[in-house]
């Protein structure tokens, strides 16, 4: 019953699509006149002439090299000379009585500069070692051999991460350090899942 239902509509959808193609009109040919094609414009085609070949000019010889001379012998100082220097005055050194200018004081060492999670560097460290134990700890309970190729990477990676981080908190690199011991327990928190 249901499959002559069907049918049914399928064939009245088919009717109505087929009669929207339907006109009631038959159009009829129209006549156009034929298109007259204009005649091609004549051509002048100039023949391409090759380019001359062009003529390089020598290039004159270049001087030659200078010839190292060794340099003129200084004179002997005579007698006359020696008396001048003799003579002549020392130039002026400048006198102690003066004051120096004030010299400024050299400035402040820079501290290192710290988030508001890393204000101190004790209890930074000691937070991020906390970090890192917990990393270790979810690590530990892992079963290496029973983890797939891609979950073995994670852990691997991990352990990495936290083997960086201990590495970076001797450096004084707290916020570096923080970020890599908090990957490193992302990682085992999902291999824990």
Known sequence: MRKTAALVIVALAG??????????????????PALEVPPV??????????????????????PSAPSTTPPRPRPNPTRETARETKDAKPPETPSTETNPPPVAPPPQPVAPLRTGRTADGAKAEQQI?????????????????????ERRKAYDEAKQFAALAEAAIKDAKFDYAWELAD???????ELQG
């Open 15 to 32: 009717g109505i699509v087929t009669s929207a193609c339907v006109t009631t009109r038959a159009q009829t040919p129209t006549q156009r």
């Open 41 to 62: 414009p004549p051509r002048v085609i100039e023949p391409v002439l090759p380019p001359e070949p062009t003529t390089i000019e020598p290039i004159p010889e270049l």
């Open 129 to 149: 070692r906390d970090i890192i134990g917990r990393a270790n700890a979810l690590l530990g309970k892992v079963d290496y051999r029973k983890l797939t190729p």
């Open 183 to 189: 990957k490193a327990e992302t990682l085992a928190k």
